[in-house]
Structure formats: structure tokens, C-alpha cells
């Protein structure tokens, strides 16, 4: 089975632009998760989708923004960039969505704000 | 509102030492609680989890963590640290009735000594 992919791996952007990350999550998992994992801290959860709904949200401005597609992949959308976006961003997706059902990370994508 | 503390940002251990990890959280509702090892530019990798079954949780390449309700305390320990250990190790709490979102702890890098 495919695990979680994630593209690109790395994105330069400039303070200002809009950028737009994928995500593909694993074979027959239908919630996905973002986070967003600043240098030298622990993930942050940005939302959750489940059934193409969004279903949960962090503490994270209406600029981030997300999109799940019918066959469960995943955009997040970051508009208006500061350089406080620079971070790893992770999706994540999971088989149900429940409490105790594991997520399964991608090994991210790295996003540079100058 | 929950939240995970992991004491110590930094640990180093001898090759064939104890790895202890420490987490504590805090916790409205009964806690999912989690250890994530995250190896360099990777995603995150589930290593255990408690979901209110035994409160000895025995994971992945020999890692265990203790469940003690009364300290609120999830500590993560191996027996004898192998060279392939040194990673960054994340503690984390979902939340209970708002499905599988994660909080974080800040992580702990484990160097491993020759």
C-alpha cells in the first residue's frame, strides 16, 4: 500500500504570494490532517477533512484555507504569505475519524518565506 | 484545552543506556495519549499509543511508555539505546471528542553516544 505523499518537498516563496501544497493520502484513509511544524517546535494542527468537509480547526487564520476531493486528496492553501509561514508543513491522513485512530505522516513539505 | 510538556528539549545517552523521555499533559477528558519519532527531514512515525487499555503501552523498536494518571505523566523508556535511536521524539494528546486532532509537546532530540 502507498503511504502519504506530499509535493513539492521544498517551495521559495515571497512575502505576499499565495501558495498551494498537496497531499495524497494513504490508500483507503478518508480523513486527512494538516500541521504546521515551525523550526525547533512540535506540530501545530491547522484542520482536519473528513468526507471533503472541513472538520476541526486550529488556532490559524482564515488565510489558510484547505480542499479535499472526492478521492481523498488534499490541498492547503496559504494566502498572503509572511515570513512567519516559513515551517514544514505535514499532512497526515487516517483510516476513520476517531480518537484513537493513528495518523499516518508524509514527510512533509518545506516552506521558505523571504 | 489540552496541553503536553516535554521536560528537556536535548538528551544525550550512551550506546546500551536507558532512553527515559518525559511527558506530561493536561487534560479536560480522559487522554488518547501518543509518541512520534520524527528522524531528519522526515514526517512523523507513530511509535505507541495509550487508549485507555493497559497503562504499560509496548511500541515499536523496543520503545515502552507507562500511562500514570495520577502524575499525568506518559514517560517514554528503552531498555538500551541503539545508534539508529538518535531522532527528535514527539508527546502528544487528541482530544477526545473532537476526533483525531493532535497537540503537541515541543520534542526532544535524543543523541546517541558511541
Known amino acids: 500500500e502507498t503511504g502519504v505523499t506530499q509535493s513539492p518537498t521544498h517551495l521559495i516563496k515571497t512575502r505576499g504570494q499565495q501558495v498551494t501544497l498537496r497531499c495524497s493520502s494513504q490508500s483507503g484513509h478518508n480523513t486527512v490532517s494538516w500541521y504546521q511544524q515551525a523550526l525547533g517546535q512540535g506540530p501545530q494542527f491547522i484542520f482536519q477533512?473528513?468526507?471533503?468537509?472541513?472538520?476541526g480547526r486550529g488556532n490559524f487564520p482564515p488565510r489558510f484555507s484547505g480542499l479535499q476531493f472526492p478521492n481523498y486528496s488534499s490541498e492547503l492553501n496559504v494566502n498572503a504569505l509572511e515570513l512567519d509561514d516559513s515551517a514544514l508543513y505535514l499532512c497526515?491522513?487516517?483510516?476513520?475519524?476517531?480518537?484513537?485512530?493513528?495518523?499516518?505522516f508524509g514527510n512533509g513539505t518545506r516552506l521558505t518565506v523571504t | 484545552a489540552q496541553s503536553v510538556t516535554q521536560l528537556g528539549s536535548h538528551v544525550s545517552v550512551s550506546e546500551g543506556a536507558l532512553v527515559l523521555l518525559r511527558c506530561n499533559y493536561s487534560s479536560s477528558v480522559p487522554p488518547y495519549l501518543f509518541w512520534y519519532v520524527q528522524y531528519p527531514n522526515q514526517g512523523l512515525q507513530l511509535l505507541l499509543k495509550y487508549t485507555s487499555a493497559a497503562t504499560l503501552v509496548k511500541g515499536i523498536n523496543g520503545f515502552e511508555a507507562e500511562f500514570k494518571k495520577s502524575e499525568t505523566s506518559f514517560h517514554l523508556t528503552k531498555p538500551s539505546a541503539h545508534m539508529s535511536d538518535a531522532a527528535e521524539y514527539f508527546c502528544?494528546?487528541?482530544?477526545?471528542?473532537?476526533?483525531?486532532?493532535?497537540?503537541f509537546g515541543g520534542g526532544t532530540r535524543v543523541l546517541v553516544k558511541p
Open positions: 497526515a491522513s487516517s483510516l476513520v475519524r476517531g480518537s484513537d485512530s493513528p495518523l499516518h
Open positions: 477533512y473528513y468526507r471533503e468537509e472541513e472538520n
Open positions: 502528544a494528546v487528541s482530544e477526545g471528542a473532537a476526533g483525531n486532532k493532535l497537540t
